[in-house]
């Protein structure tokens, strides 16, 4: 079982670059999350998504960022322009919808803008 | 106030001892409370899964939920220096899942 997969591990960009995301969630798993934590605020929830829609969007920060699921095993968290305050561990998690609670995790991106 | 409050520590005591980590919330519609531990430069993996009030033992580690005074504890007996990481609790009420998240306790058992 291959679990919740991010890439990148490590992301390092400057300023006003684009910087994209990547999460493959458990296989058979219909919900999936984006979370960012920092050791000021935690964990946030950014978006969630059911069945490849996104049901709520609320936590994402500003218009600068973006999220897709165009299929079952595939998603996308994009930022655009990236700001130094972005800086962060972005975690994706996916669960099955009737056990929402029972997030699985992956090993998060660490985001560095400088 | 926040919705849950949880001591950041760390917290740190000998391996072998009896550890005791704790929530408050103030949110009564909370019914689902769980238990994530984090280890360093990894995910959140759930630990302790608990509806309602009442206990729940998985091996070395107890849940324990009190919802008249808002209160959630995870103990873990014969800790051992494995233990070692941040243990962040979490609790939602109708909407599954929307989580609502401690801050964590980084926990520390020395060998």
Same mark, same amino acid.
């Given at each position: 079982?291959? %679990?919740?997969?991010?890439?990148?591990?490590?992301?390092?960009?400057?300023? %006003?670059?684009?910087?994209?995301?990547?999460?493959?969630?458990?296989?058979?798993?219909?919900?999936?999350?984006?979370?960012?934590?920092?050791?000021?605020? %935690?964990?946030?929830?950014?978006?969630?998504?059911?069945?490849?829609?996104?049901?709520?969007?609320?936590?994402?920060?500003?218009?600068?960022?973006?999220?897709?699921?165009?299929?079952?095993?595939?998603?996308?968290?994009?930022?655009?322009?990236?700001?130094?305050?972005?800086?962060?561990?972005?975690?994706?998690?996916?669960?099955?919808?009737?056990?929402?609670?029972?997030?699985?995790?992956?090993? %998060?991106?660490?985001?560095?803008?400088? | 106030?926040?919705?849950?409050?949880?001591?950041?520590?760390?917290?740190?005591?000998?391996?072998?001892?009896?550890?005791?980590?704790?929530?408050?919330?103030?949110?009564?519609?909370?019914?689902?409370?769980?238990?994530?531990?984090?280890?360093?430069? =990894?995910?959140?993996?759930?630990?302790?899964? $608990?509806?309602?009030?009442?206990? =729940?033992?998985?091996?070395?580690? $107890?849940?324990?939920?009190? =919802?008249?005074?808002?209160?959630?504890?995870?103990?873990?007996?014969?800790?051992?220096?494995?233990?070692?990481? $941040?243990?962040?609790?979490?609790?939602?009420?109708?909407?599954?899942?929307?989580?609502?998240?401690?801050?964590? $306790?980084?926990?520390?058992? =020395?060998?």
């Amino acid at each position: 079982d291959a %679990g919740v997969i991010q890439s990148p591990r490590h992301e390092v960009t400057e300023m %006003g670059q684009e910087v994209t995301l990547r999460c493959k969630p458990i296989s058979g798993h219909n919900s999936l999350f984006w979370y960012r934590q920092t050791m000021m605020r %935690g964990l946030e929830l950014l978006i969630y998504f059911n069945n490849n829609v996104p049901i709520d969007d609320s936590g994402m920060p500003e218009d600068r960022f973006s999220a897709k699921m165009p299929n079952a095993s595939f998603s996308t968290l994009k930022i655009q322009p990236s700001e130094p305050r972005d800086s962060a561990v972005y975690f994706c998690a996916s669960s099955l919808l009737r056990t929402e609670n029972e997030q699985f995790f992956g090993p %998060g991106t660490r985001l560095t803008v400088l | 106030q926040k919705e849950v409050e949880q001591d950041p520590g760390p917290l740190s005591v000998p391996e072998g001892a009896i550890v005791s980590l704790n929530c408050t919330y103030s949110n009564s519609a909370f019914q689902y409370f769980m238990w994530y531990r984090q280890y360093s430069r =990894k995910g959140p993996e759930l630990l302790m899964y $608990t509806y309602s009030s009442g206990n =729940k033992e998985d091996g070395r580690f $107890t849940a324990q939920v009190d =919802k008249s005074s808002k209160y959630i504890s995870l103990f873990i007996r014969d800790s051992q220096p494995s233990d070692s990481a $941040t243990y962040l609790c979490a609790m939602s009420g109708g909407s599954n899942y929307q989580l609502i998240w401690g801050a964590g $306790t980084k926990l520390i058992i =020395k060998p």
